[in-house]
């Protein structure tokens, strides 16, 4: 028999270093040329890449080979990044192309990372070019984070004088409220109205400032004085005096007719030079008229009336006899039910997480927001899933206040996993909880939409958690991009050790389902029978062992079924999250975990915890005696 055909699939492709970057060379054209309009090229494209890569090479391969060598590439691309992490080696080794590193360094990357062994010899080639091919379209988990590393990303580091507020030592004209001294709030008696408490805002002289050169009011200050100059000049039509002070030409206009609040007329940048040039008048010019001076002059004040009443004398955005924390008094006073609906827990857990948030993790009151306000709206947010507009009508304070003090309570509710997302005593006596993943809509920009992309098409983050048998989150990691699949995030939580994951304890084990890997401590299911519990309601359990133990399985591994619909169940923002930052977006999904957590351990009836979306059959709590006969 004759040689195989060239373009049979029996042939074996040889990929030498310079063959290889002709092939990286020819894909890095086509992604430029717009041809891989996703994650993988399409028919134009590889029709282009095999043409020239044929040409320049002078080696025919099938198709097959092609693809092979891609996925092949993306394997090898992946184990390096995963290899480097966020750390820096030792150095670089020329000679081989890879990391220089002591042998302790490379014996605890590949604990972590064994199949890039191969890497410690010879680095991987080509790298500028597979950045290119596959940064943006594989899931790298460079935003992953797990809780239990006990480190905070960037996002979340606080200084080291403690994790007080800091956005209010800023001096801009938006800010409305300002940090209270340390003080212990009465949480059931509202404030006192007429007791000044705190400090007052210092305004930053011209060497303090670090916003805009002069800023807006000082600018507006000297337009002003140089208006009254010419006024007192010109001895116009206003009545000012020498001594008059830029607030007595602030009433005088207000006087005048026409003038209202917030009325800006949308020709005054024609009458005010707002350059630092020294412009003098020349009082002898008749090219002004008593009119157009006139015109001038309640431009320019008016600009300075309007900045006074929004800036410097501004009202509270309220609209309503009932203030804001009033409101949330009678919330928590009166109908138990209301308070449930509007922030997703009752009030004594409420004023619990007011607490534990002010005296733990340093959240303080404002100026004119206490924290118990501030809480209430990060709450609602959360809960209702509700816009800003929504919460600005209940809360009656303007858009970027609620948005402010929504990412302050945000940012601590984020630091509290460390404390409350762990595993405490098993329920059971080997069988210590479930682990599983679920996926969680997120909004990304298009520029990295085709890694986020899961299965069923949407955007999101793939979350792996576990729990226990009480419906308490005891390890949960997010940041993941959607594509990424379930058993390479779980691989890279127990392997990795940065992560802490905690390992079940000799003898002891979590439940997965049959996607995972079977290994010491995690026990899937048996394949190949019935499973989901809806299969053994219709056909009965089975006399088989294995579907005897797969109904058991499955009863059992219902519990992180569970906490994930009571979890997203409650958070409707988990359902619709806004377009915030791709890592507030992660925060938010710690958040309502530590949220979940802590409603659990401080209020056992919570009515979320009976909701059960599929009638699951499952164990109880470890109060009823019911778990463990099963």
């Known amino acids: 028999m004759g040689n195989p055909s060239q373009n049979s699939s029996n042939v074996r492709a040889q990929w030498p270093s310079r063959v290889t970057t002709i092939f990286c060379e020819a894909c890095v054209d086509e992604i430029f040329k717009g041809n891989r309009p996703n994650t993988h090229f399409n028919k134009k494209g590889w029709t282009n890449i095999i043409a020239t890569f044929e040409k320049k090479s002078g080696k025919e391969y099938p198709m097959a080979k092609y693809k092979h060598k891609w996925d092949s590439l993306k394997k090898d691309w992946v184990l390096w990044n995963k290899l480097k992490g966020s750390e820096n080696g030792s150095g670089w080794d020329t000679a081989k192309g890879t990391i220089a590193a002591t042998d302790d360094w490379w014996e605890r990357k590949l604990m972590e990372v064994p199949e890039a062994a191969k890497f410690r ?49 800023s001096s801009s ?22 007791q000044k408490k705190g400090r007052k805002r210092v305004l930053p002289s011209s060497t303090q400032s670090k916003g805009k050169k002069g800023g807006m009011a000082l600018q507006l200050t000297q337009q002003i004085s140089r208006i009254c100059d010419v006024v007192e000049l010109r001895n116009s039509a206003f009545s000012v005096k020498p001594s008059s002070t830029n607030c007595n030409v602030i009433k005088r206009v207000c ?3 026409g003038i209202e609040k917030g009325d800006i007329p949308m020709d005054y940048n024609d009458h005010i030079d707002n350059s630092d040039e020294d412009h003098s008048y020349d009082v002898e010019n008749d090219e002004y008229d008593d009119e ?28 309503s006899e009932q203030t804001s924390y009033m409101w949330l008094m009678d919330c928590l006073r009166g109908n138990k039910t209301q308070c449930y609906e509007m922030f997703r827990m009752k009030p004594h857990v409420f004023l619990q997480l007011c607490n534990v948030l002010q005296h733990t993790y ?28 929504m919460v600005q009508e209940r809360f009656q ?23 409350i997302l762990k595993p405490s005593d098993p329920t059971f006596s080997d069988c210590i909880g479930a682990i599983d993943g679920t996926h969680i809509q997120v909004v990304v ?6 890694s986020y992309y899961n299965r069923q098409g949407m955007t999101s983050f793939n979350v792996m958690a576990a729990c226990d048998f009480d ?90 079924e569970r906490t994930f619909g009571v979890w997203k169940n409650k958070w409707k923002i988990l359902k619709h999250m806004p377009p915030y930052d791709i890592k507030h977006q992660r925060n938010i999904i710690v958040a309502t975990c530590v949220l979940n957590n802590f409603i659990r351990k401080h209020d056992r009836e919570d009515e979320g915890f009976n909701w059960d979306e599929h009638g699951l059959d499952r164990p109880r709590s470890n109060s009823s005696g019911e778990g463990s006969s099963r």
């Open 121 to 169: 010899e010879k680095g991987l080639e080509n790298v500028d070019l597979l950045d290119i091919m596959f940064k943006d379209i594989v899931a790298i988990g460079d935003l992953a984070w797990a809780p239990t590393s006990g480190v905070l990303p960037d996002d979340l580091e606080t200084s080291k004088e403690g994790l007080g507020d800091t956005s209010a030592n």
């Open 173 to 194: 004209p938006n800010d409305d409220d300002g940090v209270h001294e340390d003080e212990t709030p009465n949480l059931t008696q509202p404030p006192n109205p007429t």
């Open 255 to 257: 006087t005048l007719d």
């Open 292 to 319: 157009e001076l006139y015109d001038l002059v309640v431009a320019g004040c008016h600009v300075a009336v309007t900045y006074y009443m929004k800036y410097i004398d501004k009202q509270p955005c309220r609209d």
């Open 362 to 389: 340093g959240l303080q009151h404002t100026r004119h927001i206490r924290l118990e306000e501030s809480v209430g709206i990060c709450l609602m947010i959360l809960g209702q899933g509700a816009c800003y507009r």
């Open 397 to 419: 304070h303007s858009g970027e206040t609620i948005h402010r003090h929504f990412h302050r309570v945000l940012k601590r509710l984020s630091i509290m996993p460390m404390d």
């Open 445 to 450: 920009g298009d520029d990295k939409k085709a």
């Open 471 to 560: 419906l308490l989150f005891t390890f949960v990691i997010t940041g993941w991009e959607g594509a990424a699949h379930d058993t390479r995030i779980f691989s890279d939580a127990i392997h990795r050790q940065s992560v802490n994951f905690p390992k079940p304890p000799p003898g002891k084990y979590y439940l997965v389902d049959a996607g995972y890997p079977l290994r010491k401590g995690y026990l899937p299911p048996y394949k190949g029978q019935r499973y989901h519990l809806s299969d053994f309601r219709r056909a009965g359990r089975g006399n088989h062992i294995e579907e005897r133990f797969n109904y058991v399985h499955s009863s059992l591994r219902s519990a992180i």
